[in-house]
């Protein structure tokens, strides 16, 4: 089951730090990344907002330099083109690199205690990959006739020639071809490794939550990222080589047509999947955390598990719950509102079980704890205002409205930020082997928690309201006029909350260099990864360890009154 | 006194052009120039707008219920279990058979109140309202062939003869005259790209796809004016493919409408096969 086979440490600089198949030095590579990317796409929602609340006035700061022919102000074109890559990157480049990429890299060997990855060669590939799809997609912003402008879900026909002559639409799909290769190849890395590389001892009942949460992404991932994949290939063999698979045979001169509604199908059946392939993870480090920052066993461990992996196989049937007004016969409508609301069964075992795992405990309010909390209200938020989209009755008047998008950014992205925030500074000082500062953190949670949950409360009050997402300028129909207060207040709380990062970014690269020494176990935390030195060294463990109990021994009664924890590799006493 | 001199100077900033005039007029501007706020959509004009409105609010209270309860039970032990000296956590792995019950048993009846509950409502709506699209032959319906394109919308009726491709075809451009008090049953397909075919007031919604026919209808019970909207992205210019939804009392209606059929066909040309683009209602 373990890998014996050591190669040297590599000594020079390209080897190590660049082209390094260290998985520790890869999960900081996806890291810094994936941070990078979350700044570019949080910008471009700055702007988004800045156009929303004042339609027409020039960007300040630097309009003049992104939009010089219009002196600054966003041209409805460009518009199109910032919500769009604003989703496409935020997604694949910001949330799939941070979460999955950094945080499986860093969490999968370090907690099932293995030296590196089962395949390291391909988790460099992998990361590579990711960095060649993230050139294409900001490559495609500059060429001619346009950059990529028919939305994240880039539905044909308006994604096809027909719809969309730039040829940044292309590399748009080229783009997230690769980010998808990119993704498969650390799922396949992700599975085998939790399969293969388990220490003795570490049977799948004593795996860290999070570990479980980022197997079952994984899963998600080498099932479904394909299906997208061959959606964008498609896209771009009508774009590139006139085939007609998404373009009706009435919108063309002779031939035989396809239908745009094909698409549709492959995109979401990909398209839902991958909401839990960004939530997975956050909740597996959130069902850990709880325990690790209460003290006290997570709550109904088996159930969690089960709860998760029934989201992962019900994630895959209930797509149809984005098409309600594209036209599905009744009897698929009926069927796909019933079966996402069974989905809801899951969420409510894994909602009871965290609420449990707090009920009694020993509370450490730190960053990453408060963080993994916010999960709880931030999720609760979005999960319940599911209900309404789900129930076609209300979803035929929110769909397509901002209820939409309050309730998908509460659940998929601010849920997976916040889940990713609490991993950064939980792992940072293992990391880094710098402690970051509590005072700065404290505060860039408050800072971020209160602003988010304003900005998506009003896209509800809006989004029952009627106003239409994906609007250039609510204020020239006399019917979304009377709304544009709404706009005003949910941009001036999303610059506060777009504010709040620079503290997080300060903090991060403050402690990066000059922090506080990290202890080796600064949170008294069990499993495996907190056994390690810090720095961890290369290779991880001097000897594979093995595993004597599970990962949330917390207070129990037999390790008596001076400790409430134990390693993973200790035996319980008696 | 003297520490605001001091900070005054500081805050210069913000009347510099860059950054305090865009500032200024987003706060108070914009916020000013709204004077009639509205906070809801308005009143359901349609006969099955209730329907949301009864949904949404059951679901709304469902729903604030189960989060107050989510809150509550996350605020008691931050308030109660913090961390301090002497005390420690509960131990318990929520193992036991008791455990394994409560978890089913309180997720099985959150289903039920806050899912099936809804469901079984969002049902009989879907089978007796917005699925239920009239029957084309009654000649109580009114028909309208919706074409849509970046970015107008084509609405075609069949004027006084009832029929469609016929000379007398009224066709309106962003625009579209209905009667009050009688079901409005839409064919809809597009030219270019999808499209979505939205009437806030009258809570309807429904994708315009090229390549086939998709069906919707309301209908509506306010006479008056009323906004159409295109809601699915559609290009740039999206959000300016709007348009008027005119709601007649039946006699008002029947004037209007002899008057536009007989304006078509004088302005009728059976040469121009690019104009006729009405198919044929089928089932």
């Not at chain 1, 063309?252 to 960004?278: A, C, N, R």
């Not at chain 1, 880094?432 to 949950?453: A, C, I, N, T």
């Not at chain 2, 079984?120 to 009654?138: F, G, H, N, S």
Request: some cysteine.
């Amino acid at each position: 089951m373990t890998s014996d086979h050591i190669h040297p440490e590599p000594t020079t600089f390209l080897k190590k730090h660049v082209f390094s198949v260290d998985h520790k030095v890869i999960a900081k590579q996806f890291l810094w990344f994936g941070l990078v990317w979350l700044g570019i796409g949080g910008i471009m929602a700055m702007m988004l907002r800045w156009q929303l609340a004042n339609p027409g006035v020039p960007v300040p700061l630097f309009g003049k330099l992104l939009f010089p022919r219009t002196s600054g102000v966003i041209d409805p074109a460009s518009y199109n083109t910032l919500f769009t890559m604003h989703g496409t990157i935020m997604i694949f480049l910001g949330l799939t690199p941070a979460m999955i990429g950094a945080l499986g890299n860093w969490s999968i060997p370090l907690m099932i205690g293995a030296r590196d990855m089962i395949f390291p060669t391909l988790n460099m590939l992998s990361f590579w990959t990711m960095v060649m799809g993230g050139a294409v997609g900001f490559y495609s912003l500059f060429v001619p006739l346009g950059a990529t402008e028919a939305g994240w879900t880039g539905y044909p026909t308006l994604s096809t020639t027909v719809g969309a002559v730039g040829q940044g639409e292309t590399l748009w799909a080229i783009a997230v071809f690769l980010i998808g290769a990119s993704s498969i190849m650390g799922g396949i890395n992700y599975i085998t490794t939790v399969i293969r590389l388990r220490c003795p001892g570490m049977h799948w009942m004593r795996l860290p939550l999070t570990v479980w949460g980022l197997f079952l992404t994984s899963i998600l991932n080498v099932l479904f990222i394909p299906v997208i994949g061959s959606a964008m290939i498609i896209l771009v063999l009508d774009r590139v080589f006139g085939t007609t698979f998404y373009v009706p045979a009435s919108i063309m001169s002779g031939g035989t047509g396809g239908d745009p509604i094909l698409y549709q199908h492959l995109f979401w059946i990909f398209g839902h999947p991958e909401v839990y392939i960004l939530i997975l993870p956050a909740w597996g480090v959130v069902c850990d955390l709880l325990s690790f920052f209460a003290r006290k066993p997570a709550f109904g461990y088996r159930a969690s598990v089960g709860a998760m992996v029934a989201v992962t196989v019900l994630s895959a049937v209930v797509y149809g719950h984005h098409m309600f007004t594209t036209g599905l016969s009744a009897m698929l409508g009926e069927s796909f509102m019933l079966l996402t609301m069974i989905i809801s069964v899951p969420a409510e075992v894994l909602f009871f079980n965290w609420l449990h795992t707090l009920w009694k405990g020993n509370l450490r309010l730190t960053t990453p704890m408060l963080f993994a909390m916010s999960v709880i209200f931030v999720f609760g938020l979005g999960g319940l205002t599911g209900i309404y989209l789900a129930t076609i009755g209300t979803d035929i008047f929110l769909h397509d409205t901002y209820f939409v998008v309050g309730h998908f950014h509460l659940t998929m992205a601010a849920s997976a930020l916040f889940g990713t925030f609490a991993a950064v500074y939980f792992w940072f000082p293992k990391m880094f082997g710098r402690m970051m500062s509590e005072r700065l953190g404290k505060l860039h949670f408050w800072l971020s928690f209160v602003p988010l949950v304003i900005v998506f409360c009003i896209m509800f009050i809006s989004g029952y309201a009627g106003m239409p997402r994906r609007y250039y300028d609510h204020t020239s129909t006399e019917y979304l006029r009377p709304l544009q207060h709404l706009n005003v207040a949910t941009s001036v709380a999303a610059f506060l909350l777009g504010a709040a990062q620079l503290i997080f970014v300060y903090n991060f690269i403050k402690s990066r260099w000059w922090g506080e020494p990290a202890p080796q176990n600064p949170w008294e935390v069990g499993t495996l990864d907190w056994t390690t030195e810090t720095p961890v060294p290369h290779y991880n463990f001097k000897t594979i360890p093995v595993v004597q109990c599970g990962p949330h021994e917390f207070s129990n009664p037999v390790l008596g009154p001076d400790t409430d924890w134990i390693y993973q590799t200790e035996k319980l006493p008696g | 006194m003297s520490m605001l001199k001091a900070i005054l100077p500081s805050l210069a900033f913000l009347r510099s052009r860059w950054l305090g005039c865009p500032l200024a007029l987003m706060l108070t501007s914009t916020w000013a120039l709204a004077q009639d706020k509205r906070w809801g959509p308005g009143e359901a004009a349609s006969d099955y707008g209730y329907r949301f409105h009864d949904l949404f609010w059951l679901i709304t209270i469902l729903v604030s219920v189960a989060f107050a309860l989510v809150v509550l039970l996350l605020a008691i032990p931050v308030l109660r279990d913090r961390e301090r000296p002497g005390h420690r956590a509960s131990f318990d792995h929520g193992k036991s058979l008791h455990d394994k019950r409560l978890t089913a048993v309180i997720s099985i009846v959150t289903f039920i109140i806050l899912d099936a509950w809804v469901l079984v409502i969002a049902m009989q709506d879907l089978r007796e309202a917005y699925w239920a699209i009239p029957d084309a032959e009654d000649p109580q319906t009114y028909r309208v062939e919706v074409l849509a394109q970046q970015w107008a919308w084509n609405f075609r009726a069949p004027g006084v003869d009832g029929e469609f491709g016929t000379a007398d075809d009224i066709i309106t451009i962003n625009e579209l005259v209905v009667p009050k008090d009688r079901p409005v049953s839409f064919n809809m397909t597009s030219k270019d790209v999808i499209h979505a075919l939205f009437l806030p007031e009258m809570r309807m919604k429904r994708d315009v796809n090229p390549g086939s026919i998709n069906k919707t209808w309301f209908r509506p019970i306010t006479a008056g004016d009323f906004t159409i909207l295109c809601a699915e992205l559609c290009g740039f210019a999206h959000y300016q493919m709007s348009g008027k939804l005119r709601v007649l009392e039946q006699g008002l209606f029947n004037e209007w409408e002899a008057e536009a059929s007989k304006l078509a066909s004088t302005a009728f040309d059976a040469d121009d096969t690019e104009a006729q683009w009405a198919w044929d209602w089928e089932e």
